[in-house]
């Protein structure tokens, strides 16, 4: 099984450098209106389709579990060299969880995270139950920026 993600852009181009930068390949197919990604690990079928796009919708946003802190730190620094701006958030509670995250948004402003699980929270007193929501933040995602958040 591989997982299909359909995301309307307003600018193609921008977005298909943006995600060669969050995934670190090429787009396998490109055309004037339409781009797909083919990502192994974790695998994921990901199109891109011009659009006019209207800011916010349903989306909350868009993650990559991983294994490790480790590789959540690995990702961020290699988002930082491609220079993605980036927001890292260590032992955060987050849906009943201890997490490990790293955000970026695209050019439309769609959010993504690569987190890891640490442990669970759940009948904490403390407990969080939603995940931080980026779009109660600032962002300009012509500049591909997550700014003071959570």
Not at 65 to 90: F, H, M, N, Y
Request: one cysteine or more.
């Amino acid at each position: 099984m591989k997982t299909h993600i359909s995301l309307k852009v307003s600018d193609l181009n921008s977005s298909i450098d943006f995600y060669k930068k969050m995934l670190g390949i090429d787009p396998v197919k490109v055309k004037s209106d339409y781009a797909k990604f083919d990502v192994n690990d974790p695998p994921l079928n990901l199109t891109l389709n011009s659009s006019k796009v209207v800011a916010g919708g349903q989306l909350s946003h868009l993650g990559l579990q991983v294994a490790s802190t480790d590789d959540v730190d690995a990702i961020a620094r290699r988002w930082a060299d491609e220079g993605l701006l980036t927001l890292e958030e260590k032992q955060t509670d987050c849906c009943y969880a201890l997490q490990d995250k790293v955000w970026v948004a695209d050019p439309d402003g769609a959010h993504w995270e690569v987190f890891t699980v640490l442990g669970d929270t759940e009948g904490r007193k403390d407990e969080a139950s939603q995940c931080c929501e980026l779009n109660a933040c600032e962002t300009e995602p012509a500049a591909q920026s997550v700014t003071g958040c959570c």
